[in-house]
C-alpha cells in the first residue's frame, strides 16, 4: 500500500464490512449509505465485488475465491488495493463516511484495512454480519445471488451451488472480529436478532447504531400522501391551519376508499396511520376506520414571518427572503421559521419509528414533510430534497426490497385547482411550469402511473 | 407466588437488573427512571436491598449473604417477594415501566422472576452488569458502599473487607445472562466498553438502549444559564427574537467572567458552549472566547399566536388561551405553537448529546427549555417542570454523582428589571408573588446559594 499519505483533521469514520457472501454486508451498506447522506453526512459505499466485475468480468467461478488459487487471491488482492485507493481519495476530497464493503473476513485482512485507514487519519468501525441460521443464508442467495451480474446467464440451481461452494472456500479461512484485535465493531447476529457492541464512541457511531437497532429486513409497504387540497392551497397560502376544501374532502373519502381495496378487502390489517397535527391531514383520514397518531414532527415546514402570506406577496414585500430561499432552498431558514435542514432533524426521530415498524404505515402529511420522508425512501440526497415532486390527490407506495425501494403513484380519480399554489411548490417559476406540466401528466393517467427502483 | 392475576392490557415493560453487588445496577436503575419518567414513561425503582434494610435493619454481615445460611436464604427470598409483590400493585395502578433491582444472579430466581411477571402480562427485559476488570469493581465499593446505611458506624476497611466477601458469596453461585434463557436482554460490560443487546423489541426497549449507548460514568459538570436580560423581558412579551437590553449585555461580561474563573484560571479547558438560534442567547455567550454550537432544539417554547403577545394582553383579548394554559401548563399547546410536552420531546436529542459528552458543557437558553433540562437532571417529574424556578442572571451548576445531580447556583452580581415580566415565570398571579420573592432572595444572597441533591 502507499506511503506518505496526508492526514484529515475532521473525523472522518470508515465502516468496514465483515462477513461470509450473502450475509447482507451490500445490503447494510446501501441502506447506511441511504442514511447518513440524508442526514447529511457525506457517504459513499466502496464495493469490492463491483470493481472485481468491473475489471475482470461477473463470471468467475467459484475457484476464483479459492485461497490455493495463488493466481485468483493476487488478483483479489489487487482489487481490493485499488477500491481501498479510491476511498482514501474521495475521503481526501472531502468525504465523512466510507463504507467499504468487501468480506474482510481474516485477521490478517482487517489489520491490514485498519492500518492502512488509520494512518491517514480514518478511524475505523468494522460492522460484521454474522449467521448462524443456515436458513437465513439460503434465502439471502436466492432473494439477492440469483438477480447478480455474477450469475446473469447462468442456471439458478447452478447458481446457488456454486455460490455455496465460494461460501464454503471463505468459510474455511473466516475468522469473527474478536476483541483481541482493539477495534471497535458492532456485530449484527442472524439478522438482528443479537448485536455486540464494542467499544462506541462519537456521534456518528451512535446514529450508526440507533438506526442498526431500528432497521430489520422484512418487506412492507409504506404509503405516503399529502393532505387533501385545503383552503389555503386554492389561495395560495403559506402554512397556517387551514380547513379541507369540497375537493380535499373528496379525496378523504377516496382515500378511504383506497385503503380498504388495498387491505380490508384483501384480508389483510389496516396499516398504521400517522399524520401531522394539522387539521387538514386529520381531516384526509377521518374516513379510515382505525385510531391515528398525530406527530408534531410531521407538520409542514414552518414558515415564519411568511405563514399565512401567498409566494407573490413574499417576493413582493419581503423580497430579500424569496432570493435567499431561491439561492438555497435546502438551508434557507424562514426568518422565525425553519429550512428543509430543520425538517429533516425533526423527521429522524419518525424514520427510526417507521424503520422500525414490521408492518405498513399510511403517512398522511405536507409538502416539504413527505418531499423528505420520501427522499429518505428512495435515496435522494438532500439537496434533492425541496425539488421533489409530490402532487396533490396522490398515494405513493413505497415497497423495501434488498437494495432499497419500489416506488408506485396512484392518483386518486380527484381534481385539485388546476394551478395549484401550494406553498411548497412553486417558489420558482421554471419549477412552477415544470411541475403543471407533471400534475397534468399524472391527472391524466388513472391508476398505476410509474414503478421506479431507488 | 400469588396466582390468579389480572392481565394488563398496554404493554407493560420490566427492567429485572441483573449483577453482582457493586456493578452500577442501582446507579443505572436510577439513571433510566429519570430518563423515562422525564420522557413521560411512569416508572419506578423496586430495590430489594431497600426492603432488607427497611425490614431486617442495615447491619447485616456477610453471612447473611451466605447461600449456606439457611435463614438468610429465606429472609432474602421473602424479601424480593415482598418487593416484587408491591412492584405488580403499582403495575395494576398505572406503572408503565417497574425497574426491579437486586442482584438477581442465578438462571433460576431469573426464571421465577419472568414467570411471574409474564404470567401478568408484564414483558420482562434484563440489564445485566457484568465487570471483569476488578480495578472498577473496587473502586465502586469506595465511592458508594462506604457511604451505604449498610456500614454507618462500621470502620471503612472492614467495610469493604465485608463488602468484598458480600460479592465473593454471590460469586460463587452466579450466572451470566444466556441465550438458552430465551429471552430479551442487555449486558453491559466494563461501564459499557461493550454492550450485548438481545432481540431487543419495542419503542420503550429502543430508548433504553439509545440512553445505556450514550450514558457513562464520569463526574463532569453541567452549566445551565437563561440568557441575559432582552428587550422582551423588560416589556413582558412572548417569544421573538429580541436583542439584550444593557443590563443583559452587563450579565454576558459576568458570565464570561464566570467561566474564565472557573476554568481558563483553574488551568482548565473552556466548556463546550451550546445556545439557542435567537440572539438573545448567541449575545449572551459573545465574550466566552470559543466556538459555540446554536441547537434549534434549545430554541423557546413557540408560543404560536401568542408571540409578541404580553401575558396581561394574552389574559384579555385571547382568555380562553390563559385559562387553558393556567388549567394544564404542561400539556397545553399554543395555537399554532408548542406545550412543555412538546418541548420536552424535541429535547431528547439534546439530553443524550449531553449525556455522551465527557467534559462540561454550558448551556444558555430560556426559560421553558432551562426548565425541561433542569428537570432532567435534577430528577423532576413533568409535572413540576413548567413550574421550576429559574431566575435570570444566575448560572446552575449541576455537577453528575453516583446516584443523581448535585446542584450549586451562582446568582451572578447584575440586577434585572425587578418585577421581571418573563414569558414563562408569570403566568399565574400567585406564583408570580412566590417568585418574586424567591428573585429577591437569589439577588441578596451573593455567591453560592443552594446545594441540593435531586
Ligand atoms: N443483517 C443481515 N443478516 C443476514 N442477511 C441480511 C441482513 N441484512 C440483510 N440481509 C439479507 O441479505 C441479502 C443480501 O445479501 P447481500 O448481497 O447484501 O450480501 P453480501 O453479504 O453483500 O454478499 P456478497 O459477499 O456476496 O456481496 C438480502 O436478502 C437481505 O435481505
Ligand atoms: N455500568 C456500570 N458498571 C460498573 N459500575 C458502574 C456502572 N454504572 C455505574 N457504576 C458505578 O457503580 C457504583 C454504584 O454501585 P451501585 O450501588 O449502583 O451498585 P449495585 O450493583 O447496585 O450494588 P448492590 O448490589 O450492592 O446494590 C458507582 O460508583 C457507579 O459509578
Ligand atoms: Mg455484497
Ligand atoms: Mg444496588
Redesign the interface.
Known amino acids: 500500500m502507499r506511503a506518505q499519505q496526508p492526514t484529515f483533521n475532521t473525523k472522518k469514520l470508515c465502516i468496514v464490512m465483515v462477513g461470509l457472501p450473502a450475509r447482507g454486508k451490500t445490503h447494510i451498506a446501501q441502506c447506511l449509505q441511504r442514511y447518513l447522506n440524508w442526514l447529511g453526512f457525506k457517504t459513499a459505499v466502496f464495493n469490492v465485488g463491483n470493481y472485481r466485475r468491473m475489471m475482470l468480468g461477473g463470471n468467475q467461478p467459484a475457484d476464483f475465491f479459492d485461497p490455493e488459487n495463488q493466481q485468483g487471491v493476487r488478483a483479489r488482492m489487487e482489487l481490493a488495493v485499488e477500491c481501498m485507493n479510491d476511498m482514501v481519495e474521495w475521503f481526501s476530497n472531502g468525504g465523512l463516511v466510507g463504507i467499504y464493503d468487501a468480506t474482510n473476513s481474516t485477521k490478517i485482512r482487517r489489520s491490514m484495512v485498519k492500518t492502512r485507514l488509520e494512518n491517514v487519519g480514518v478511524r475505523v468501525l468494522f460492522l460484521e454480519s454474522l449467521c448462524t441460521d443456515p436458513n437465513i443464508v439460503e434465502k439471502n442467495i436466492i432473494e439477492t445471488k440469483l438477480r447478480s451480474p455474477d450469475y446473469r446467464h447462468a442456471d439458478p440451481e447452478e447458481a446457488v451451488s456454486d455460490f455455496k461452494k465460494r461460501i464454503e472456500l471463505y468459510n474455511n479461512s473466516s475468522e469473527t472480529v474478536e476483541?483481541s484485535e482493539n477495534t471497535s465493531y458492532i456485530k449484527i447476529v442472524n439478522v438482528g436478532?443479537?448485536?455486540?457492541?464494542?467499544?462506541?464512541q462519537g456521534?456518528a457511531q451512535?446514529k450508526i447504531?440507533?438506526f442498526l437497532?431500528?432497521s430489520h429486513i422484512m418487506a412492507r409497504s409504506i404509503y405516503l400522501s399529502r393532505h387533501g387540497e385545503s383552503e389555503w392551497n386554492v389561495t395560495g397560502q403559506l402554512g397556517?391551519?387551514p380547513k379541507l376544501t369540497d375537493r380535499g374532502r373528496a379525496y378523504a373519502q377516496c382515500l378511504s376508499k383506497f385503503i380498504d381495496a388495498e387491505f380490508t378487502k384483501k384480508g389483510k390489517e389496516l396499516p398504521l396511520v400517522w399524520t401531522s397535527q394539522l387539521q387538514r391531514t386529520r381531516q384526509t383520514v377521518e374516513h379510515i376506520p382505525t385510531m391515528n397518531v398525530r406527530w408534531?414532527a410531521l407538520n409542514e415546514i414552518d414558515a415564519g414571518i411568511c405563514?399565512g402570506m401567498t409566494y407573490e406577496s413574499v417576493a413582493d414585500k419581503l423580497p430579500q427572503v424569496a432570493r435567499a430561499r431561491k439561492h438555497d432552498k435546502l438551508k434557507y431558514r424562514y426568518p422565525?421559521g425553519?429550512s428543509y435542514v430543520?425538517v429533516i432533524?425533526?423527521l429522524?426521530?419518525v424514520i427510526?419509528?417507521v424503520e422500525?415498524q414490521r408492518g405498513p404505515v399510511l403517512i398522511v402529511a405536507h409538502n416539504a414533510v413527505i418531499r423528505a420522508i420520501y427522499a429518505y425512501f428512495m435515496g435522494k440526497s438532500q439537496e434533492e430534497c425541496p425539488y421533489i415532486d409530490i402532487p396533490l390527490h396522490t398515494v405513493f407506495r413505497l415497497t423495501t426490497r434488498a437494495y432499497g425501494a419500489e416506488e408506485q403513484l396512484f392518483p386518486l380519480e380527484v381534481a385539485h385547482t388546476y394551478q395549484n399554489k401550494t406553498p411548497e411548490s412553486c417558489d420558482s417559476s421554471d419549477e412552477q411550469a415544470e411541475r403543471a406540466n407533471d400534475n397534468t401528466v399524472t391527472q391524466l393517467e388513472n391508476g398505476l402511473h410509474d414503478t421506479k427502483i431507488g
Chains 1, 2 share one sequence.
Open positions: 476483541d436478532r443479537q448485536m455486540i457492541l464494542n467499544d462506541i456521534f451512535g447504531v440507533s437497532l431500528n397556517g391551519d408534531r405563514e422565525g425553519e430543520d432533524t425533526r429522524e426521530p427510526l419509528e422500525r
